[in-house]
C-alpha cells in the first residue's frame, strides 16, 4: 500500500520560514489533487492550500501571501513554503493526495510557531 511520507515541521520562531515536502512511498497515478491541511488542538482540521492536476492552486485567506503550494516535475512530491510564519500557524500539517479511487492522507508533521 503506498503511503504518503511528510518532512519539514519544526518549530521556528514568529516571522520565520518553514518548507514541507510529501512524497508518495511508491508509485502512484492520476493524482487529480494535492494539497496541505492542518488541524490545530481544539480545532477542526482545515484546508491550508491545493494544487490540481492542471496547476489550478487555491488557498486559504489566512495563509494568502504568505504561503506557496507547488509540486515537482513529476508531479508527485507536493511542497509547502510557509513564510511570515505566526503562532497561529501552530497545528499539525497533514499532506493529501486524491485520485478517481483513492485519497491518501500522510500522519501529519507538526509545525510550532513561537512568538
Known amino acids: 500500500q503506498v503511503q504518503l511520507v511528510e518532512s519539514g515541521g519544526g518549530l521556528v520562531q514568529a516571522g520565520g520560514s518553514l518548507r514541507l515536502s510529501c512524497a508518495p512511498s511508491g508509485i502512484i497515478f492520476g493524482i487529480n489533487a494535492m494539497g496541505w491541511h492542518r488541524q490545530a488542538p481544539g480545532k477542526e482540521r482545515e484546508m491550508v492550500a491545493v494544487i490540481t492536476s492542471d496547476g489550478r492552486t487555491n488557498y486559504a485567506d489566512s495563509v494568502k501571501g504568505r504561503f506557496t503550494i507547488s509540486r515537482d516535475n513529476a508531479k508527485t512530491t507536493v511542497y509547502l513554503q510557509m513564510n511570515s510564519l505566526k503562532p497561529e500557524d501552530t497545528a499539525v500539517y497533514y499532506c493529501?493526495?486524491?485520485?478517481?479511487?483513492?485519497?491518501?492522507w500522510g500522519p501529519g508533521t507538526q509545525v510550532t510557531v513561537s512568538s
Open positions: 493529501n493526495m486524491k485520485g478517481w479511487v483513492y485519497d491518501k
